[in-house]
């Protein structure tokens, strides 16, 4: 579908609009998104622009090693949250909360099992806009 959307908008010139609820074709296909929530305009702009007024971060996580606590984690980025024992960390500067977290990790030891580095899709932007993420909070406005 995307490539005939592009078929489209390329070759034909046309104007495409849609309501797609799969972020990922929008994100691919879209030169503007118009963001709904419950009928009532929320955002608008291109992917990047929704994802910087939204504040979208990149999220770190890890499994959080055994026998460590959430309090003895070090505090990094802008977020943190306990995922069952994944910890899942929002951060705007990804390089240097992983060199800290890394740091943190070598100095006592321990691995960071199944450690991601996730940029925001146009998904999580959308459910940042409206508030829904999932998770249980462990800190609000960690000081980095």
Do not use: C
Request: aromatic fraction near 4%; proline fraction near 3%; avoid cysteine.
């Amino acid at each position: 579908m995307a490539f005939w959307i592009d078929d489209i908008k390329n070759d034909l010139g046309i104007t495409v609009l849609m309501v797609e609820h799969d972020m990922t074709l929008v994100s691919r296909v879209s030169d503007r998104v118009l963001a709904l929530n419950y009928g009532e305009v929320i955002a608008q702009g291109t992917p990047a622009q929704l994802a910087a007024s939204a504040g979208a971060a990149t999220v770190v996580s890890f499994r959080v090693p055994d026998g460590v606590g959430v309090a003895d984690l070090p505090t990094v980025g802008d977020d943190a949250r306990l995922a069952g024992a994944m910890a899942e960390i929002r951060t705007r500067d990804a390089t240097r909360d992983l060199h800290v977290l890394t740091t943190w990790a070598l100095d006592r030891g321990v691995d960071l099992d199944d450690i991601t580095l996730t940029r925001p899709s146009l998904e999580d932007v959308y459910l940042d806009l409206v508030g829904e993420r999932g998770g249980e909070p462990v800190r609000s406005q960690v000081a980095g």
